[in-house]
Nanobody, 115 residues
Framework: QVQVVEFGGGLVQPGGSLRLSCTAF????????MGWYRQAPGKQRELVAS???????NYADSVKGRFTISRDNAKNTVYLQMNSLKPEDTAVYYC?????????WGQGTHVTVSS
């Protein structure tokens, strides 16, 4: 059994920064890809960024140059550093982890960008 838990999130002013983290717990053999998704009110869930176990990254165009994804394989943890935040970044952010071909999702953490 694998559980994925997100940490971080909250309220931040436009232009501010926030760091999210996500850790996979449980009977873990190896985590493959890990990623962050977000879902804004009334919109579909979308990929924000992903990272392979080898460190290759992929970003949505809307966050390139502002967000950075990284991971610590020893801790089964992925991070999302979000800079220059905009109101349109407001959403529930979900962590996703691929463990042996099965996808596991966190409960989500709220990020609100507002003055």
């Amino acid at each position: 059994q694998v559980q994925v838990v997100e940490f971080g999130g909250g309220l931040v002013q436009p232009g501010g920064s926030l760091r999210l983290s996500c850790t996979a717990f449980g009977s873990i053999f190896s985590i493959n890809d890990m990623g962050w998704y977000r879902q804004a009110p009334g919109k579909q869930r979308e990929l924000v960024a992903s990272i392979t176990s080898g460190g290759s990254t992929n970003y949505a165009d809307s966050v390139k140059g502002r967000f950075t994804i990284s991971r610590d394989n020893a801790k089964n943890t992925v991070y999302l550093q979000m800079n220059s935040l905009k109101p349109e970044d407001t959403a529930v952010y979900y962590c996703n982890a691929d463990h042996r071909g099965w996808e596991y999702w966190g409960q989500g953490t709220h990020v609100t960008v507002s003055s």
